[in-house]
């Protein structure tokens, strides 16, 4: 089924984010991960794309199996920026073989490494122009992704509002949301977006935040806010390893609670392999889950 009309047949929406192992590294271990959330029925999870699409085949591979095998829907990241036209036609028609029905387009990372090779001149500057691509092949559900506090890269959200609605209008169905830890910005943002008549479906991106050096990886990537009482949860248990761990799991748990209360779409969680964290995490919300989706 494409993601968009889950959207319209569902609310909320729940799905998990998971990555390809490193590239040297065997694809087996992924099953581990999914077999640990299979039973928490996910309506999709995510595959990501290693930055220069460095894992590319194992990303093609993984949504594969959780469709064909699993009979999980998956979405497959795809990123655009170091790649020519026909290195993207090829994965598309790899996806299309494969069953897959569902792509989230990306601009994607630069690469760390300083020699790199890009297409001279890029085949792809934005996401837009992927998402347009895509869209003229008309075999697949496209999500895009959007960022309540305004990407990083750009500097104003008003700007960065202006790309999103951009993309949206080149084809997008629907988006999943960057991380964040204040609820009121997601709700502001949803907002203005709804000013501009984009009534796009948006799953909520929630990242569990169970250690330290977590959370300063998340502040260098994408400077999001994080709230007093956040940051008084960090200060306290940053040196009582399982305290944390317990009191960002309890912290996600009552972000989703409320984002479901407010009505949101659908909820995305990044479970950055961790099943474990994710199993807790659902289970909090399993009776309110069901009430919603039998309403």
Not at 51 to 58: E, I, L, M, Q, Y
Not at 165 to 185: H, P, R
Not at 259 to 283: A, Q
Request: one cysteine or more; charged letters at 25%; a neutral charge.
């Amino acid at each position: 089924m494409q993601i968009k009309n889950l959207y319209k047949n569902k609310k909320p929406v729940i799905s998990f984010e998971i990555f390809p192992p490193k590239k040297d590294g065997p694809i087996d271990t992924i099953y581990h991960t999914i077999d640990a959330l299979k039973d928490l029925k996910p309506d999709f999870i995510s595959v990501t794309y290693g930055a220069g699409g460095n894992t590319v085949n194992k990303t093609v591979e993984i949504a594969s199996i959780i469709k064909n095998i699993y009979h999980i829907e998956s979405l497959a990241h795809l990123t655009c920026v170091t790649s020519t036209k026909e290195e993207i036609e090829n994965i598309l028609s790899q996806l299309k073989h494969m069953n897959v029905e569902n792509i989230l387009a990306l601009r994607g990372d630069f690469p760390k490494d300083p020699n790199f090779k890009f297409p001279d001149p890029l085949h792809y500057q934005y996401a837009k122009d992927l998402v347009t691509h895509i869209q003229s092949k008309n075999n697949f559900s496209i999500g895009a992704a959007c960022y309540p506090e305004g990407h990083i890269g750009c500097d104003c959200l008003d700007k960065d509002l202006f790309h999103l609605n951009t993309k949206i209008n080149t084809g997008a169905d629907f988006l999943i949301s960057q991380l964040f830890f204040d609820n009121e910005i997601f709700y502001s943002f949803k907002e203005k977006l709804n000013v501009q008549n984009s009534h796009i479906p948006i799953s909520a991106g929630i990242l569990p935040v169970i250690n330290k050096k977590q959370i300063d990886h998340i502040v260098s990537l994408c400077g999001c806010h994080m709230p007093k009482k956040f940051i008084r949860i960090i200060e306290k248990y940053a040196d009582k390893p399982e305290a944390l761990k317990e009191a960002g799991i309890a912290y996600a748990v009552e972000q989703i609670i409320d984002l479901l209360s407010w009505g949101v779409d659908g909820i995305h969680i990044y479970t950055m392999n961790r099943p474990k964290t994710t199993r807790k995490i659902v289970e909090s919300i399993s009776t309110i889950r069901n009430v919603l989706t039998e309403a």
